[in-house]
């Protein structure tokens, strides 16, 4: 009998002052969208299996919420939101021929173990953008980014920006196979150096490129760490992936925006689909990224459209409590005025209550003395 009293672990009520301003912040980022020239979607909160399988790099078989249709099909609550919106922008448009750009309110669901203290639900706004691959969108996404931040009453926050392709080159490079090239890449997002240096040694890899390994985990910080990170290596796609950090920050640069952006060549998401740049957004009262985002050129051509595609999602339970500790939330100023009336009276009140209601006022009717109905 108690559990009826009491949510599953992972997921909690929201209710009163703390909705009201969850709405708020949500249609204050909905504008900045709109205002980017962003078209609104939604997708089902669940999908078939395949649609976050292994092959797609999103989240991990055993974090699924996983359950079966009538006919046996395996379905599964949406953990991540960008393998959806690459299904339906490659369903209903061709991003492969003219460029477009979506955006997304709703909730992810990701069974994370107990033991780690994260919610299991959470609620998402982002933009996925396909069809694009050039510098000025990588930098328009960024903008984005950043606005969004600032219109949510964010002043001192921080956007880092990494390059997969970067890592990949190396690994390329030192021809480590898959599960090597996972164990690096954990003790790489981990700062574990010594780590690291065992492993690549443990393997052979050539001392410059060991070097490399490295040192990755502490590149990171102004536009001067992408001279120390074109230093390390000689490969070309790594040298290339430099080179478009560097343009892109120079773009950043006509927004007025390059003083939230540093880079971080450490930065490794869990997520395997990502192919070029990736970022989070991080500011003080908050362990965990604000935004995520990064390019995924390939994974629309598993839903059937090779186009290039880029985009970010806002974890909102993470904004709002970077809010509140930073005691940025304000108030919405939602006020309900109370109009009590005694059965004569009934008529009247209500005419004033339907006048009060449009004129956008919030209203509630109570009867002095309720009358029992037949």
């Known amino acids: 009998m108690q559990r ?4 599953p672990d992972g997921v909690r009520d929201i209710t009163g002052s703390e909705c009201d301003q969850k709405r708020a912040l949500q249609e204050k980022l909905r504008k900045v969208f709109l205002r980017f020239g962003c078209r609104e979607i939604e997708t089902p909160a669940f999908e078939y299996f395949e649609v976050f399988s292994s092959e ?6 055993r974090e699924l919420f996983k359950f079966f249709d009538r006919e046996g099909n395996t379905l599964v609550l949406r953990p991540d939101f960008t393998p959806p919106v690459s299904r339906a922008a490659a369903t209903y448009y061709e991003p492969d021929k003219t460029p477009v750009s979506l955006f997304y309110t709703g909730k992810t669901f990701i069974n994370h173990s107990s033991l780690r203290g994260q919610l ?3 609620t998402q706004m982002g933009v996925e953008h396909f069809g694009d691959d050039s510098c000025d969108c990588d930098a328009e996404l960024l903008a984005m980014t950043v606005e969004c931040l600032l219109e949510s009453g964010l002043t001192e926050f921080q956007v880092s920006v ?3 392709d970067y890592f990949k080159s190396l690994i390329a490079k030192a021809g480590l196979p898959e599960e090597t090239e996972n164990e690096i890449r954990e003790l790489i997002s981990q700062k574990n150096e010594f780590g690291v240096e065992t492993v690549v040694m443990e393997h052979g890899v050539e001392e410059s490129l060991a070097k490399a390994f490295v040192s990755l985990s502490s590149l990171y ?3 001067d760490v992408l001279d120390k ?3 390390l290596t000689d490969d070309p796609v790594a040298l290339s992936a430099v080179d478009r950090l560097r343009r892109i920050y120079d773009i950043l640069s006509c927004y007025g925006y390059e003083k939230y952006i540093s880079f971080d060549f450490g930065m490794l998401s869990k997520y395997r689909y990502y192919t070029g740049i990736i970022f989070s957004a ?4 908050s362990g965990e990224p604000l935004i995520k985002g990064g390019r995924y050129d390939h994974l629309p051509a598993h839903f059937g459209k090779n186009a290039p595609a880029i985009g970010f999602c806002i974890v909102i339970e993470n904004l709002l409590l970077a809010l509140s500790r930073q005691k940025l939330l304000k108030d919405t100023g939602y006020e309900i005025q109370e109009i009590r009336y005694l059965p004569e009276e009934r008529e009247q009140a209500i005419r004033t209550a339907q006048k009060l209601r449009a004129e956008g006022r919030a209203v509630r009717l109570f009867a002095a003395d309720k009358e029992v109905c037949p």
């Open 4 to 7: 009826i009293f009491h949510t």
């Open 56 to 61: 797609v790099g999103t989240t991990p078989s």
């Open 120 to 122: 299991k639900e959470t």
């Open 162 to 164: 990494g390059e997969v």
């Open 221 to 223: 910080g102004g536009p």
């Open 229 to 231: 990170a074109e230093k």
């Open 282 to 285: 991080f500011t003080y009262g």
